[in-house]
């Protein structure tokens, strides 16, 4: 499976910004799916994810109560909506899906190419 992550951007403390992932080459519907992000010169930390069929939902502790993950399967596309943002939300996003649990970041063995996310203060 093949996924473009998209919708990054620059946004004030407290803004909010949508993220999309678009998957191709694949039956969307039979991955977990999830998203990762990587600040300068931390490693690559799990976000949220979504079971296959959008009936459950893994968070960081960093994000929950601020960011929503949610997937179409119609449209092939799994999403993160993120409200509150912090400047120490800002990282490079990446969306992952895996074969296996939608919770255990190490399952996730696909990877798309990463969407800067900059949150001034």
């Known amino acids: 499976v093949q996924l473009q992550a998209s919708g990054g951007g620059w946004v004030q403390a407290g803004g909010s910004l949508r993220l999309s992932c678009a998957a191709s080459?694949?039956?969307?519907?039979?991955?977990?799916m999830g998203w990762f992000r990587q600040a300068p010169g931390k490693e690559r930390a799990f976000v949220a994810g979504?079971?296959?069929?959008?009936?459950?939902?893994s968070y960081a502790g960093s994000v929950k109560g601020r960011f929503t993950i949610s997937r179409d399967n119609d449209k092939n596309t799994v999403y993160l909506r993120m409200n509150s943002l912090k400047p120490e939300d800002t990282a490079v996003y990446y969306c992952?899906?895996?074969?296996?649990?939608?919770?255990?970041?190490?399952?996730?063995?696909?990877w798309g190419q990463g969407t800067q996310v900059t949150v001034s203060s």
């Open positions: 080459g694949g039956t969307f519907s039979s991955y977990a």
């Open positions: 992952a899906a895996s074969k296996g649990s939608y919770a255990a970041p190490h399952h996730y063995e696909y």
């Open positions: 979504i079971h296959r069929g959008g009936g459950g939902t």
